[in-house]
């Protein structure tokens, strides 16, 4: 089988294959509890090369004409920054007893997707590279508001043990290094073969470094959210919720500003779709207290990937 032909088949079967692997990571994870510590050193490496492939795959040369599209970017930041503030605050009030499920979930809700939102966004025919104009955006919005939200929803002492160098870290390793690495193979490609045969490689493996991404971190946390599964249970009508709503809300939001079809989609997934392997490590740098905080995000993962996979068939249908 060519490389042309294998992506192709991967690409239409890759929601397929993206339940398999999460079955996989979920079945090594149960079975083989040991696994879950080298499991989650391959997070970050993985993430960072599927944000690599995913950046190779954006034309970088229109990324202009997308940030002249000011509707797109104010309805993707009004809905991440206005809207979803609301709805977090009402959806969380019955966990408003438990300090540690609080502020796990507020911490992955509050927070857009900035990596893989991109890879369903394509999916389901969303204007990918436009949301991929507005990622700096979200991302250094996030990492001001944050903070602040956290102290209106939570507890201002809470900031006391925030840390941003995580988040930091995050930002640099999984987007900017990703980025300038994608710029830099796409200019390169013109004039050297072999940053050609990288680009088309790298397109070819867009899926498997998906599954492989989805299948490291289930596998990594799926053990402690088995364990603590009495008490997870709590989040996941929230999480549910969150997404039915903001879909709604997303989609309401991206008409009021006018967009076309790709632009709605895309603001729709945007407002949905949360920034939880990318805070996973603030969780887990989180003090003595919150062990929980990171298993409240692996199960938001779990949730948001299947609404995710549903999201890909049903909002092409939706918005037409």
Same mark, same amino acid.
């Given at each position: @089988?060519?490389?042309?032909?294998?992506?192709?088949?991967?690409?239409?079967?890759?929601?397929?294959?993206?339940?398999?692997? @999460?079955?996989?990571?979920?079945?090594?994870?149960?079975?083989?509890?040991?696994?879950?510590?080298?499991?989650?050193? *391959?997070?970050?490496?993985?993430?960072?090369?599927?944000?690599?492939?995913? &950046?190779?795959?954006?034309?970088?040369?229109?990324?202009?004409?997308?940030?002249?599209?000011?509707?797109?970017?104010?309805?993707?930041?009004?809905?991440? &920054? @206005? !809207?979803?503030?609301?709805?977090?605050?009402?959806?969380?009030?019955?966990?408003?007893?438990?300090?540690?499920?609080?502020?796990?979930?507020?911490?992955?809700?509050?927070?857009?997707?900035?990596?893989?939102?991109?890879? &369903?966004?394509?999916?389901?025919?969303?204007?990918?590279?436009?949301?991929?104009?507005?990622?700096?955006?979200? @991302?250094?919005?996030?990492?001001?508001?944050?903070?602040?939200?956290?102290?209106?929803?939570?507890?201002?002492?809470?900031?006391?043990? &925030?840390?941003?160098?995580?988040?930091?870290?995050? =930002?640099?390793?999984?987007?900017?290094?990703?980025?300038?690495?994608?710029?830099?193979?796409?200019?390169?490609?013109? /004039?050297?073969?072999?940053?050609?045969?990288?680009? /088309?490689? $790298?397109?070819?493996?867009?899926?498997?470094? $998906?599954?492989?991404?989805?299948?490291? !971190?289930?596998?990594?946390?799926?053990?402690?959210?088995?364990?603590?599964?009495?008490?997870?249970?709590?989040?996941?009508?929230?999480? #549910?919720?969150?997404?039915?709503? $903001?879909?709604?809300?997303?989609?309401?939001?991206? /008409?009021?500003?006018?967009?076309?079809?790709?632009?709605?989609? #895309?603001?729709?997934?945007?407002?949905?779709?949360?920034?939880?392997?990318?805070?996973?490590?603030?969780? *887990?740098?989180?003090?003595?207290?919150?062990?929980?905080?990171?298993?409240?995000?692996?199960?938001?993962?779990?949730?948001?990937?299947?609404?995710?996979?549903?999201?890909?068939? =049903?909002?092409? /249908?939706?918005?037409?």
């Amino acid at each position: @089988m060519t490389l042309n032909r294998l992506t192709a088949w991967l690409d239409t079967h890759q929601v397929a294959l993206y339940l398999v692997a @999460m079955l996989l990571g979920a079945g090594i994870g149960l079975g083989v509890p040991a696994v879950a510590g080298p499991a989650q050193t *391959l997070i970050n490496p993985s993430l960072g090369l599927l944000l690599y492939a995913t &950046f190779l795959g954006i034309p970088f040369t229109r990324l202009v004409s997308a940030f002249r599209d000011a509707r797109f970017l104010l309805a993707v930041l009004a809905g991440n &920054f @206005m !809207v979803v503030p609301v709805v977090v605050w009402a959806l969380t009030r019955p966990l408003a007893d438990d300090l540690v499920l609080l502020v796990g979930a507020c911490l992955v809700l509050l927070a857009p997707c900035i990596d893989y939102v991109l890879v &369903f966004t394509g999916l389901a025919g969303g204007a990918k590279d436009r949301l991929l104009a507005a990622t700096p955006l979200l @991302m250094f919005a996030q990492m001001a508001l944050l903070p602040l939200y956290l102290r209106v929803l939570v507890d201002a002492s809470l900031l006391a043990t &925030f840390d941003p160098a995580p988040f930091l870290t995050a =930002l640099v390793g999984l987007i900017i290094v990703p980025l300038l690495a994608a710029v830099v193979t796409q200019a390169l490609s013109a /004039r050297l073969a072999v940053a050609r045969r990288l680009g /088309r490689l $790298m397109e070819a493996a867009m899926v498997p470094l $998906m599954m492989l991404t989805l299948a490291v !971190v289930i596998a990594s946390q799926i053990s402690g959210v088995g364990q603590e599964w009495a008490t997870l249970a709590r989040v996941v009508p929230a999480f #549910a919720a969150f997404a039915l709503i $903001m879909a709604g809300l997303g989609w309401v939001l991206a /008409r009021a500003f006018r967009l076309d079809v790709p632009g709605q989609r #895309a603001v729709v997934f945007s407002t949905v779709t949360r920034n939880s392997l990318v805070v996973l490590p603030i969780g *887990l740098a989180m003090p003595a207290g919150f062990a929980l905080v990171p298993l409240v995000l692996v199960t938001q993962t779990l949730v948001e990937l299947i609404v995710m996979v549903a999201g890909v068939r =049903l909002v092409p /249908r939706l918005i037409r």
